[in-house]
């Protein structure tokens, strides 16, 4: 990728539905370079913009769940759990014999479903362990391995601040069925938005702004790290002493290699998806960069070695 591409990437991480021409302007192009660009790089599968729900503002909890299965059935489980709407960063890790990933239960009757019920219960499933996510320190849209354009471009492209009300909200089904057509494509135009809603376009536009500014719909770009350089993935679980793991997880937010990072239940107190660039790399990070925080009392490193599904879900 040359300058171009990174830079219309960083754009995109920063606010996925920005329109072309202001991208452009930022990036110094025309516009239909920017144009041109984007589609070869979403008809190549690099990259798309998908509009989340933020779960918290529906009164939904995140869990992380790890499962450990025979050789034979971590790649069907991992397809399994990745169908599932409730599912998003659906890995195989550790040699083909465990799957990881992010669960959205809608409170506390679900959470009870899904884990006594709902997860894979075979006898090629060994073990089962799933930990509430308590608190964030880098979410996916926040990685910086991606950064690329200078600050005073950054702060040209970044979207309205979120004013978010307290308390969950309730969707109707207009907004569903906008929320489904924005998870296909983030930046789809408002005359696609208003056939899947069959409201007009321009409450079509009213909509989404307030959802947005709400703090309801997150846009988050969905890049594979190996596009980027980045060729080399895990999952860490660490755990750090009571008194300092909140200390922990903001020296991670610091780290460019961390593309995500939280705040967990569980025998370890903090999971992160580590993003290098080659094995050498994450050797150096886990050796150096990792180890030299001295409130780490032990960690576990678990290679990815597929990624079935990466951003997500769609519960609504």
Not at 138 to 156: F, H, K, N, T, Y
Not at 276 to 285: G, V
Request: net charge positive.
């Amino acid at each position: 990728m040359d300058s171009v591409d990174r830079g219309l990437i960083h754009a995109l991480q920063i606010d996925g539905p920005a329109p072309f021409r202001t991208i452009a302007e930022v990036l110094g192009v025309s516009e239909n370079t920017v144009a041109r660009r984007y589609r070869r790089l979403r008809g190549q599968g690099s990259l798309r913009v998908v509009g989340l729900v933020n779960g918290g503002r529906l009164g939904h909890v995140q869990w992380t769940v790890r499962l450990r299965c025979t050789p034979d059935a971590a790649a069907a489980v991992a397809q399994a759990l990745a169908a599932r709407d409730d599912t998003s960063f659906v890995y195989l890790l550790s040699g083909g014999t465990e799957v990881s990933c992010t669960v959205r239960t809608r409170g506390p009757q679900e959470q009870d479903a899904l884990l006594l019920d709902k997860l894979p219960r075979t006898s090629r499933v060994v073990s089962v362990t799933a930990h509430l996510l308590l608190r964030g320190f880098v979410l996916p849209g926040g990685w910086q391995g991606l950064a690329w354009l200078s600050p005073e471009q950054v702060d040209r492209l970044r979207p309205p601040p979120v004013v978010a009300e307290d308390g969950p909200l309730d969707l109707d089904d207009g907004d569903k069925a906008l929320l489904r057509a924005l998870y296909r494509d983030g930046r789809a135009p408002y005359a696609e938005l208003a056939a899947a809603t069959g409201w007009s376009e321009t409450t079509v536009k009213r909509r989404v702004q307030a959802l947005r500014s709400g703090g309801v719909v997150d846009y988050q770009l969905d890049l594979p790290p190996a596009v980027a350089g980045f060729g080399t993935e895990a999952r860490l679980w660490i755990a750090a002493r009571p008194s300092s793991v909140v200390a922990v997880g903001e020296a991670l937010a610091r780290h460019p290699e961390i593309a995500f990072a939280a705040l967990t239940t569980g025998p370890t107190n903090l999971v992160a998806a580590l993003n290098c660039r080659d094995p050498l790399h994450l050797s150096r990070y886990l050796t150096e960069r990792l180890a030299s925080i001295e409130d780490v009392t032990s960690m576990e490193t678990a290679p990815i070695i597929r990624t079935v599904k990466r951003a997500g879900p769609l519960l609504l």
